[in-house]
């Protein structure tokens, strides 16, 4: 097997999650369905991004696959394999305690702001350790935070500080390392550069590909509404859209030659990709994301579509093309491997 990645060589299978289905409990029989039926894979040494707007399930995807779920979301079903080890997801599993930080670990939206002011980094990094290690020596577990931080490149001193006492930028590189202190094959970070000025999401993005390289951490999922970070970051982007994943591929090739009228739609409206791309307009998305108590039938996206056909109402789209790069459009089946941006209706 072989395959390309700008960090690291990448060799087989990390993780492959599959048939996710997860919902909010909004009160009686009824339910806010915010994952349905995501399937993804990432492989060795790879940064896999998940884009989409607001809504559209990235952090709730983020929660299921770090296992850290919690009511009212209920994970209804699904399969996750991580190296060969698999574990099925919903009603009455309860995953084993040892996968949550050790296997799978999250960086949730905002960690670094809601760490106590009252506790010194060292304090923290010993809770990491002795959450899932009771027996561990506190001067043991503070030196196992100092190793990482120096073979990281940072001041092994931040370990005397409040939290205010460092910036936004070297916080949020310390919350970082102490969420892969447990040595997780998989990092799941959800829209960690978002509170972060140019140069410190430049700073972290460095960070995590150097966390990469030397095998502190063997693949990441980044969760993120902002796409120009993604791509400097990703190698595979997966582009979420009610629940759903719409399309899934290499980063240059969404990027570029996006299949799926969304992923086209949403990707141009915020990024500036080649040159000759770049003259073509798509045009906006009109409306707004569904309900996701209610969603439409169908393709779900079919009501914004300007290349929505009569079927698009009618049936769930297929998946065209392979688990590795596909775009689940109705209008993707009749043109395989053509680009939404080729398209005189959408590209102005
Ligand atoms: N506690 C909750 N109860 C009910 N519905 C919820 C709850 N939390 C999230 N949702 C719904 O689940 C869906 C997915 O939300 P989620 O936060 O995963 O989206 P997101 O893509 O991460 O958005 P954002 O970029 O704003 O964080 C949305 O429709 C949201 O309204």
């Not at 996006?258 to 040159?275: D, I, K, R, T």
């Not at 045009?283 to 169908?298: D, E, Q, T």
């Not at 790069?325 to 590209?347: D, I, T, Y």
Request: proline share 7%; glycine share 8%.
């Amino acid at each position: 097997m072989s395959a390309t990645t700008t960090w690291g060589t990448t060799t087989g299978s990390l993780l492959r999650a599959s048939g996710l289905r997860a919902a909010y409990s909004t009160g009686g029989d009824t339910e806010v369905m915010a994952v349905d039926d995501v399937s993804i894979d990432l492989r060795e040494g790879e940064v896999l991004g998940i884009a989409g707007e607001s809504g559209s399930g990235k952090s709730t995807l983020g929660a299921v696959l770090s296992l850290t779920h919690r009511p009212p979301l209920y994970v209804k079903s699904g399969e996750l394999e991580v190296e060969g080890e698999i574990l099925r997801l919903g009603a009455g599993q309860e995953p084993p305690r040892l996968w949550r930080g050790k296997v799978v670990s999250l960086l949730p939206q905002g960690a670094m702001n809601s760490i106590s002011p009252t506790l010194r980094i060292r304090d923290f990094a010993y809770d990491v350790i002795r959450a899932h290690e009771p027996g561990a020596k506190r001067s043991e577990a503070i030196d196992r935070a100092r190793q990482r931080l120096t073979q990281l490149s940072l001041p092994p001193r931040v370990l005397d500080y409040y939290p205010h006492q460092l910036s936004g930028g070297m916080k949020q590189r310390v919350v970082t390392v102490l969420s892969t202190l447990l040595d997780p094959k998989l990092l799941i970070a959800d829209e960690p550069t978002s509170a972060l000025d140019v140069s410190s999401q430049r700073i972290l993005i460095e960070m995590l590909r150097d966390m990469l390289e030397q095998r502190i951490i063997s693949g990441v999922i980044f969760v993120t509404h902002d796409l120009p970070v993604l791509n400097t970051v990703a190698d595979r982007i997966a582009i979420m859209y009610a629940g759903k994943v719409v399309e899934i591929g290499a980063a240059q090739e969404i990027i570029n030659r996006a299949w799926h009228p969304y992923s086209g739609a949403l990707l141009n409206s915020v990024l500036v990709p080649e040159p000759q791309v770049r003259r073509r307009r798509v045009a906006g998305i009109p409306g707004s994301p569904p309900n996701l108590a209610n969603p439409p039938k169908a393709c779900r996206f079919h009501p914004r579509c300007s290349l929505a056909m009569d079927i698009c109402s009618e049936e769930d789209p297929p998946e065209v093309g392979d688990e590795r790069r596909f775009s689940a459009c109705w209008w993707s089946q009749s043109n395989p491997g053509k680009s939404v941006l080729s398209v005189s209706e959408v590209a102005g």
